[in-house]
């Protein structure tokens, strides 16, 4: 049975396949670089399965095992934009942002044992938490689109640049809103209303209403572009606050119905 010592060999071997996949998109071989993606993809999510298996629950208890599904997302959401506008530089991208959620993994694993406390244990949960983290990635995406525009082209921007991160974030925000549905059918059966003014889930409703901001500034006809990617770089923090940042914040101790993910 797999165990989370085995992670660094998945990881090793998922890594080395994404830095192939990289490595060919530069060099514009791209059946390479779409299989090994591909291919990185697989056997990193050959060890989620297998520690699902092995924990009898979906690794989605602790940051340590969010960060696994995070790390998955990233390389995915890289390889849809590859597929659908041939940016070549959004696989390495992707891939040193997915090794960083790796590391940290392997330093700080946040892994625990295969109890789940009654509240996750809804049919909810699952879906809710996987649906949030593929949001996360595409978000991720997203700003990594924004930073590339703002500080390293500058000026001169295409349109196709900004519809690939408008199209990024539209469907970043239709997951975040699916998942956080998800997440309210989950509270009303686990503790029997569908929102409440947790510190957890206000941050979700800021988060969510940022990315709105964004979408509805972009709509206006004379909008500036460089405010709207800094709107776009705010929004990803405060996802980061949503995330793990609440965590870190004395409100959130004690009180919140989520200190669960602190792990």
Not at 24 to 46: E, N, P, Q
Request: net charge positive; hydrophobic share 55%.
């Amino acid at each position: 049975m797999i165990t989370w010592e085995q992670f660094i060999y998945f990881a090793i071997a998922s890594v080395l396949l994404w830095v192939t996949g990289a490595w060919a998109s530069w060099k514009d071989k791209r059946a390479i670089a779409y299989i090994t993606t591909v291919a990185g993809l697989l056997v990193f999510f050959a060890f989620i399965v297998s520690i699902w298996i092995s924990f009898e629950r979906p690794p989605l208890r602790t940051m340590g095992e969010t960060r696994l599904w995070y790390s998955f997302f990233l390389p995915l959401a890289g390889l849809i934009v590859y597929l659908r506008w041939k940016y070549k530089w959004i696989l390495s991208f992707s891939t040193i942002l997915a090794v960083v959620f790796i590391c940290v993994n392997l330093f700080k694993p946040e892994i625990h044992s295969k109890t789940l406390m009654p509240a996750l244990q809804s049919p909810w949960f699952a879906p809710h938490v996987i649906v949030y983290m593929f949001a996360y990635a595409v978000l991720g995406a997203a700003v990594v689109m924004a930073i590339y525009l703002l500080f390293f082209k500058k000026t001169d921007f295409a349109d196709e640049e900004f519809d690939i991160t408008d199209n990024l974030v539209y469907v970043g925000l239709a997951f975040l809103t699916i998942g956080m549905l998800f997440g309210a059918l989950w509270a009303k059966e686990a503790w029997g209303h569908y929102w409440s003014w947790d510190p957890k889930e206000t941050w979700a409703a800021i988060t969510w209403l940022a990315y709105l901001v964004y979408v509805h500034y972009r709509q206006l006809p004379k909008h500036n572009k460089k405010v709207s990617l800094w709107i776009l770089i705010i929004a990803f923090v405060l996802l980061q606050m949503c995330w793990w940042g609440i965590n870190y914040l004395p409100s959130a101790k004690g009180s919140s119905v989520h200190t669960y993910s602190v792990g």
